[in-house]
Nanobody, 126 residues
């Protein structure tokens, strides 16, 4: 069974950091572009960051550029999202997803992502 599992979410104060992990089971991530998406209460899901299969193409939402860093460790079959200087508006459920396409990744074309995790809650609050 192909599965993605996110971890690393939690409650953090404004200005704090979290590192989210996206681990795969049943398949290897090295053949997939991986995207991170988030959904805040009452809002649509939005793309946050993505990384293609080689790691040579990385895209960030304008709202998190310079604040979040996406990386992948194919040996560990895991993709990470390092989130620094967190703000209350970063609160939401964070999902990772896998896109089998080659070439540059997209944080806009959510339909390209075939596999999705269940999400991990990130709450930024004092």
């Amino acid at each position: 069974q192909l599965q993605l599992v996110e971890s690393g979410g939690g409650l953090v104060q404004p200005g704090g950091s979290l590192r989210l992990s996206c681990a795969a089971s049943g398949f290897t991530l090295d053949g997939y572009a991986i995207g991170w998406f988030r959904q805040a209460p009452g809002k649509e899901r939005e793309g946050v960051a993505c990384i293609n299969t080689s790691g040579g193409s990385i895209n960030y939402a304008a709202s998190v550029k310079g604040q979040f860093t996406i990386s992948r460790d194919n040996a560990k079959n895991t993709v990470y999202l390092q989130m620094n200087s967190l703000k209350p508006e970063d609160t939401g459920v964070y999902y990772c997803a896998a896109d089998p396409s080659s070439g540059p990744c997209s944080i806009v074309l959510q339909a390209a992502y075939d596999y999705w995790g269940q999400g991990t809650q990130v709450t930024v609050s004092s």
